[in-house]
């Protein structure tokens, strides 16, 4: 069961979080479910992440975008397209609940998306300014689909 008021201060303070304008923070894709119940500093030491400055650089996978003014939280690399749109529902969930109860949160941006897009630039897209919540998990352009393979498995596994 999800307890909407500490998913809701969870929310709050990644989103009360100083970045760089172009960094984003990239997290593993499995803190996902553990936005909605861990404590902010439970899930900052759990889940550090790494800060990666160019968006282009990001290993090539499936995320989870969350951003919202200057934040840009990446949730991934994630190896399967199906398995993105299981953790995208999960986080939209924890984000509606965060929402609901305090409805100034807005303009932000929540999608799938297979990174790094080709229309990643240094200076950052137009469309994510622009771009609200999308509970579809579609992207707003049809992104192609990677061909994983055994050997991807193994060269992330092992750190090829």
């Not at 999800?2 to 989103?15: G, H, Q, R, V």
């Amino acid at each position: 069961m999800i307890n909407f008021k500490e998913a809701f201060l969870c929310l709050l303070m990644l989103c009360l979080l100083p970045l760089s304008s172009h960094a984003v923070r990239v997290i593993e894709a499995g803190a996902i479910p553990f936005t909605s119940f861990l404590s902010k500093p439970d899930f900052d030491q759990r889940y550090p992440g790494k800060e990666v400055a160019d968006p282009a650089n990001l290993e090539p996978g499936w995320y989870v975008i969350y951003e919202h003014e200057s934040l840009s939280y990446y949730f991934g690399p994630i190896l399967l397209e199906s398995t993105g749109r299981d953790y995208l529902e999960q986080l939209t969930e924890t984000v509606d609940a965060a929402v609901a109860q305090r409805p100034s949160i807005q303009d932000y941006r929540l999608e799938l998306s297979y990174e790094p897009s080709q229309n990643n630039t240094s200076t950052g897209s137009s469309d994510s300014s622009t771009s609200t919540s999308n509970p579809s998990g579609a992207s707003g352009s049809p992104q192609p689909a990677p061909k994983p393979s055994i050997w991807d498995f193994f060269r992330r596994l092992f750190g090829f």
